[in-house]
C-alpha cells in the first residue's frame, strides 16, 4: 500500500511481524507452531512484536510529531528494514 500510495502523498504506517490474530489469518493452524519457529530467526530482534509495542511507537510518536506531518515516517519492525538494507 505504501508503494501504491505514495505518489498520491499519502502515507502507510504498518509495523512489522506482530502476534495477532491477523498475523497468522491466511496460514492453515497446522503451520502456526512451525513458523512462530522458524519467524524470529529471520527478525534481527530475535521475536515478533507483542502488539503494544507498535501501538506504544505509535502513540510516542505521535506526541512528538502527528502522524500528519509530511516529515513523519517510523520503522517499528524488530530491525527487519535495517537487516533487508545490509544485505542488498
Keep these: 500500500m505504501a508503494i501504491d500510495y505514495a505518489r498520491h502523498g499519502i502515507r502507510v504506517n504498518v509495523p512489522g511481524a506482530t502476534e495477532t490474530r491477523l498475523m497468522w489469518n491466511n496460514v492453515p493452524a497446522e503451520d502456526i507452531p512451525r513458523l512462530r519457529g ?15 509495542e507498535p501501538a506504544s511507537a505509535s502513540l510516542g510518536c505521535f506526541r512528538m510529531n502527528p502522524l500528519t506531518s509530511p516529515d513523519h515516517t517510523f520503522v517499528c519492525d524488530g ?8 544485505c542488498i
Excluded at 522458524?38 to 503494544?52: D, F, N, S, W, Y
Design 38 to 52: 522458524v519467524l524470529p530467526k529471520e527478525i534481527p530482534l530475535g521475536r515478533l512484536a507483542q502488539p503494544e
Design 79 to 86: 530491525g527487519i528494514l535495517a537487516k533487508a538494507s545490509i
